[in-house]
């Protein structure tokens, strides 16, 4: 059976020893508090991953690339609302990335993003109702379509 520490020398070591697992203890939780959800959130997080989101994401780009050079009051009435709808969903799902803990390294970036998703579908959606009043809105079937509504 190992003798406690008697001489001084005995005690610095013992207490190094200490010290080092002490530390150990802490890195590993700093590790696992402060470094583990920024490995989530660059492996599997936050980025558009499933299919869903980075359809919506490719789809808006792709109206903005399309009517670029166009007055959006010129844009039909379907893609304008099509890319309101997309707008919504981005927007929301912007909103859960923001709020999510992982998020705080990212979140200037998100609000920015946010920011400009509230902007285009502020500018859609006046120009879908700018549409809508000149009588190209959503068009409703004809009377006499075969749709039974009571009378």
Not at 89 to 110: F, G, H, M, V
Request: glycine fraction near 8%; charged fraction near 15%; include cysteine.
């Amino acid at each position: 059976m190992r003798h406690p520490p008697t001489t001084p020398g005995e005690w610095l070591l013992l207490l190094g020893i200490y010290a080092g697992i002490l530390f150990s203890i802490f890195a590993f939780l700093f590790f696992l508090v402060i470094v583990g959800p920024w490995i989530l959130d660059k492996l599997g997080g936050h980025g558009p991953q499933d299919e869903h989101e980075q359809r919506l994401f490719q789809e808006s780009a792709e109206f903005r690339s399309r009517w670029q050079n166009v007055q959006l009051w010129q844009v039909p009435y379907a893609d304008l609302a099509s890319e309101a709808s997309r707008c919504w969903q981005i927007i929301t799902i912007l909103e859960k990335r923001r709020t999510s803990p992982t998020a705080l390294s990212a979140n200037d970036e998100l609000i920015n993003q946010i920011s400009g998703y509230r902007t285009t579908l502020t500018t859609v959606q006046q120009a879908m109702a700018y549409v809508a009043a000149r009588g190209g809105g959503p068009q409703l079937p004809p009377h006499g379509t075969g749709l039974n509504y009571p009378q």
